[in-house]
C-alpha cells in the first residue's frame, strides 16, 4: 500500500487499517486521520508519536496497559490481537526452558506491581535469550524512566506495524 492510498482512505477505512499500529489504541488513529495529508511512513508515525507524546501521565499509563503480557509460556491466543499473535510467536518466547519461563513470569509479575502496567518490548528487535535479561534490568530501573523507556518501545512496535502495512522495509 503506498502513501497516496493511505491518503485516499476514508475516515473508516483509515481506523480498520490502522487502529492496532498502537496496541487497542484505535482512538489515536482516528485522531491522526485528520493529519492528512501524510508525506510517507516516517511523517505518518510522527502523528502517532506526538498523539503519545501528549498525553497526560494517565493516558501513557493507559496506553501501555492495552498491551497484552508477554508470555514466556504457551500462549492464550483468543485474546490476542492478530498483530500481538505474530510478534510474539515469531519472538519465540515459548520455546523458553520451564525454569526460565517460570522466571520470566515471575518477573513479569513484579514488574507489573512495580510499575502499574506490563512490561512491553518490541519482541521483533529482540531474541528470547534477550528478553529476559531486558526484563530484570528495566525492573530495577526508576518509574519516570522506565515510563519512557516503554513508551519508546510501544514507538518501535507502531514502527514495525507500519512499516508492514505500507509494504516498507523497518
Ligand atoms: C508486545 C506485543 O504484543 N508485540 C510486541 O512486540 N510486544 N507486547 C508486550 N507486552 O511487549
Avoid at 482516528?30 to 498523539?51: I, T, Y
Avoid at 506490563?118 to 521483533?124: E, N, S
Wanted: with cysteine; hydrophobic share 40%.
Amino acid at each position: 500500500m503506498d502513501i497516496e492510498k493511505v491518503n485516499s482512505m476514508d475516515f473508516g477505512e483509515f481506523v480498520d487499517v490502522f487502529g492496532n499500529v498502537i496496541e487497542r489504541c484505535p482512538l489515536i488513529a482516528a485522531a491522526v486521520w485528520s493529519k492528512r495529508p501524510f508525506s510517507g511512513l516516517g511523517d505518518l508515525e510522527k502523528h502517532f508519536f506526538a498523539f503519545i507524546d501528549g498525553l497526560p501521565l494517565s493516558g501513557q499509563e493507559g496506553v501501555l496497559r492495552c498491551h497484552p503480557e508477554l508470555a514466556g509460556r504457551q500462549l492464550p491466543w483468543g485474546w490476542l490481537t492478530a498483530e500481538s499473535q505474530r510478534e510474539q510467536s515469531a519472538a519465540g518466547l515459548q520455546n523458553l526452558g520451564a525454569a526460565e519461563r517460570l522466571r520470566f513470569t515471575e518477573l513479569t509479575a513484579q514488574y507489573r506491581t512495580r510499575f502499574g502496567f506490563p512490561f512491553v518490548l518490541a519482541v521483533r528487535l529482540s531474541d528470547p535469550a534477550a528478553a529476559p535479561r531486558e526484563l530484570a534490568r528495566r525492573l530495577r530501573c526508576p518509574p519516570a524512566q522506565e515510563l519512557r523507556t516503554a513508551l519508546g518501545e510501544v514507538k518501535k512496535i507502531c514502527h514495525l506495524r507500519l512499516a508492514d502495512l505500507l509494504g516498507e522495509q523497518p
